[in-house]
């Protein structure tokens, strides 16, 4: 089992839906989560980020930690087509002082007008 | 400008041939990673750098080396190219004064095709 699951989609949606991405992960020293967009033929940036278990909002934009669970999921609201992307879910653990990532393999968001 | 680039930004070579892939970075950040992505796959870590003389293997170091030339300067090398190398590499950079979530910022990618 790898350490961070996420589905790969694509996921098609029109204009104005709610979309739900999620990942699951298996190791419990995680200790942040966060999300990146990635647009084509582009690097993945940086779009939200949360530490502990609940929501944190910002914009069209909600992240959801449920660390009992060992699930995330980013909520965007009122989808446009710009939000079309691979949204790529990705965590921090600490190891010798040091942090990496692992990510997960990304979800394809198709929105349509 | 850029505060990461990576060159060349297509690439198309022939198995068995030396390849170097080089990124730079004016955003003063101290550490430096090399990614592939591949389409099912994702992001999977190659090599990493937290500082000039800190070198550590990744998750899928085989057939890569790298060289930290500079602080803004890290290089991935593949010594023998071989076709399941074809993938689309990225560079990112993060900085050692961030000790919580580790933000990175990527380049634009180099696409490679090993033929």
């Known amino acids: 089992q790898k350490e961070v699951e996420q589905d790969p989609g694509p996921l098609s949606v029109p204009e104005g839906a709610i979309v739900s991405l999620n990942c699951t992960y298996s190791?419990?020293?995680?200790?942040?989560f966060m999300w990146y967009r990635q647009y084509s033929r582009k690097g993945p940036e940086l779009l939200m980020y949360?530490?502990?278990?609940g929501n944190k909002e910002d914009g069209r934009f909600t992240a959801q930690v449920d660390k009992s669970s060992k699930y995330i999921s980013l909520f965007i609201r009122d989808s446009q087509p710009s939000d079309s992307a691979t949204y790529l879910c990705a965590m921090s653990t600490m190891n010798s002082g040091y942090s990496t990532l692992t990510f997960g393999k990304g979800t394809m968001l198709l929105v349509s007008p | 400008d850029a505060d990461v680039t990576q060159t060349p930004r297509n690439r198309i070579t022939k198995t068995g041939k030396r390849i170097m892939l080089e990124c730079s970075q004016t955003k003063g950040h101290d550490r430096m990673y090399w990614y592939r992505q591949d389409p099912g796959l994702g992001l999977r870590l190659i090599y990493y750098?937290?500082?000039?003389?800190?070198?550590n293997k990744g998750e899928i170091s085989d057939g890569y080396s790298v060289s930290r030339q500079a602080q803004a300067k890290f290089s991935l090398s593949l010594e023998s190219a071989i076709p399941n190398q074809t993938a689309l590499y990225f560079c990112a950079t993060s900085d050692t004064r961030d000790t919580t979530y580790n933000e990175q910022f990527f380049g634009p990618g180099t696409r490679l095709t090993v033929l």
């Open positions: 190791n419990s020293a995680f200790q942040y």
């Open positions: 750098s937290f500082d000039v003389k800190d070198i």
């Open positions: 949360t530490y502990s278990s």
